[in-house]
């Protein structure tokens, strides 16, 4: 079962991740807890070029094709083996950051940010998507909040590319309707975490019943 966790800056959706992951591996499932762009040394050092705040320079279909090419990589090393051997991936974004991102905050189209990343994936799709939803306002106030969390060269950009993060990842929910859930994630860590749990457990129960 290959999960992915999406949603704007500062919704919480790395450290639910790893509370998910935790949660899991206690109840006996094996569980690779990884993210994008990264989850590999050569991934890792694409990422590094990716989020350097001082290649400002970065052209955008450049940005787009690094991602695929981080992504791909990440596929290949990580996220094919595990699933091969039957354990559940959890990755902190994937496919859906490059079209809401990439697609539509970049403007270079959905459908053509699909297309590379299709190329990369070789149309690997997650069969449960988590979008946990909030809005830009209180995305960003709990980044500034954070301190520890270090701010990257894509949290600088202004509330109105946010906004049109957000609102694409909202209309990928309808599109891609049958692996997608929206999270709520204006409540507790706690309260996320517990509609998280609940959420994956039904999947992974309806998934069993299947097979
Ligand atoms: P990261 O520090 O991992 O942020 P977060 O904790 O919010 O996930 O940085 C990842 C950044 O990369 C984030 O701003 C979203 C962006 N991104 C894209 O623009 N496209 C993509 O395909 C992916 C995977 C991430």
């Known amino acids: ?18 509370k998910i992951a935790e949660l899991l591996k206690k109840n006996g499932y094996q569980v690779v807890l990884t993210r994008e762009p990264g989850g590999t040394p050569i991934a890792e050092q694409i990422r590094d070029i990716i989020l350097d705040k001082k290649n400002t320079a ?8 690094l991602y695929a090419a981080s992504r791909r990589q990440h596929l290949i090393e990580k996220v094919w083996p595990a699933l091969k051997e039957n354990k559940i991936v959890i990755c902190d974004r994937f496919l859906d950051s490059s079209l809401a991102y990439q697609g539509v905050g970049r403007e270079l189209g959905v459908n053509e940010v699909l297309n590379i990343n299709l190329f990369a994936t070789e149309n690997t799709y997650p069969n449960l998507t988590l979008l946990f939803d909030l809005t830009p306002e209180q995305g960003l106030a709990r980044i500034e909040k954070n301190k520890k969390r270090e701010v990257n060269r894509l949290d600088l950009e202004n509330i109105t590319f946010h906004t049109k993060v957000r609102n694409a990842f909202l209309e990928l929910s309808k599109k891609y309707f049958a692996r997608y859930v929206i999270i709520d994630a204006s409540k507790t860590f706690d309260e996320v975490v517990l509609a998280t749990y609940e959420v994956i457990l039904n999947r992974l129960k309806t998934e069993n019943e299947r097979n």
């Open 58 to 65: 970065l052209d955008a279909r450049a940005e787009a094709l």
């Open 1 to 18: 079962m290959f999960i992915t966790f999406e949603g704007p800056e500062g919704s919480g959706k790395t450290s639910v991740a790893k």
